[in-house]
């Protein structure tokens, strides 16, 4: 059984004949008759009466309703792709990370809300592990997160490398450390630190760099905020390892001082700490055009390498 069938069989229902159901179709009459034998064949029942008129029997009038929603449905699925791919999307969502909500996205936005108007836009502030969580469950259409191994455990996954930034250390302005223009390895460990919650790829990217360098983590609280951590580190006592974007406010904030790792020689690795930020999405939602267009526009707003 074949779609053509069934609106063969449904146009010849509304006519009341083989010819003008082939004229409604744009086939011969030939085709028409050879379809509406082949459905026939396929549900063992005859379902016109072949007269002057081609009458439904009892067995296609029973049919009729089933088919007409059948075809309607069709039509329904048919005009929905149509609009996807000519970008006329209910919405757009999106998920990412904190400092690129607050920071990287506004102007983004703004554009796009500008050439998309009919597009209702929708952006979650997330961690990376859950970001990429949601865009796989296809939940959001695109999600910008810290680069790490999940992101590209998906081969139909699309990734863009938007820029890398330093891990640098946000303490009070008061705290001992403070002393220090960049602060020593064998000195920051001595310090308990506010990080984030399980789930979060900078809580990853900090546990497995201290296990790298075989010190023990002092974690002494665990957040989600960005407000929240500076308003813990402003206490004095905590401090918290962060990327240069989450600390664009901090740096404006007199009661706290951010301060950058030391080289230091004789611990491989610890002076060129970073983090890379990228964008991900699916190969086939890269051929929607708002989804597309979205794509490029993060991709000119947000330059390679962030500079502070």
């Known amino acids: 059984m074949?779609?053509?069938q069934l609106q063969a069989f449904l146009s010849i229902a509304q006519t009341g004949s083989f010819q003008q159901a082939a004229k409604q179709c744009g086939v011969t009459q030939s085709t028409i008759s050879r379809q509406i034998q082949a459905l026939e064949a396929d549900l063992e029942v005859e379902l016109f009466n072949r007269s002057t008129h081609a009458k439904l029997t009892l067995a296609g009038e029973k049919l009729l309703p089933r088919v007409h929603k059948i075809c309607q449905e069709w039509e329904f699925a048919t005009q929905e792709l149509a609009d996807l791919m000519?970008?006329?999307?209910?919405?757009?969502?999106?998920?990412?990370?904190?400092?690129?909500?607050?920071?990287?996205?506004?102007?983004?936005?703004?554009?796009?809300?500008?050439?998309?108007p009919a597009v209702q836009l929708r952006v979650t502030s997330l961690g990376s592990d859950r970001s990429l969580k949601v865009?796989?469950?296809?939940?959001?259409?695109?999600?910008i997160v810290m680069h790490n191994r999940f992101a590209s455990l998906s081969k139909e996954m699309?990734?863009?490398?938007?820029?890398?930034?330093?891990?640098?250390?946000?303490?009070?302005?008061?705290?001992?450390?403070a002393e220090y223009e960049s602060i020593p390895w064998l000195e920051l460990i001595r310090y308990p630190q506010v990080v984030f919650k399980d789930g979060y790829g900078m809580r990853r990217l900090i546990e497995d760099k201290f296990e790298y360098m075989k010190v023990t983590l002092k974690a002494a609280l665990e957040l989600n905020t960005l407000d929240g951590f500076r308003g813990v580190v402003r206490q004095e006592e905590l401090i918290a390892l962060l990327p240069q974007s989450a600390?664009?406010?901090?740096?404006?904030?007199?009661?706290?001082?951010?301060?950058?790792?030391?080289e230091t020689s004789d611990l491989a690795g610890a002076s060129s700490w970073t983090r890379?930020?990228?964008?991900?999405?699916?190969?086939?939602?890269?051929?929607?055009?708002?989804?597309?267009?979205?794509?490029?526009?993060?991709?000119d707003n947000i330059p390679k390498i962030k500079e502070m």
């Open 276 to 299: 890379q930020v990228v964008m991900v999405t699916t190969q086939d939602r890269l051929h929607i055009p708002p989804i597309q267009y979205f794509w490029q526009l993060v991709k």
């Open 158 to 177: 699309v990734i863009e490398l938007l820029y890398e930034e330093p891990i640098e250390v946000l303490i009070a302005a008061n705290h001992p450390l």
């Open 135 to 143: 865009l796989k469950d296809g939940l959001v259409d695109l999600a």
């Open 86 to 116: 000519g970008g006329k999307q209910p919405e757009l969502c999106i998920a990412a990370i904190h400092s690129v909500c607050a920071y990287y996205l506004p102007p983004v936005l703004q554009k796009f809300c500008h050439h998309y």
């Open 2 to 4: 074949r779609l053509e």
């Open 247 to 262: 600390l664009m406010e901090a740096r404006y904030d007199p009661t706290l001082a951010i301060r950058p790792l030391a």
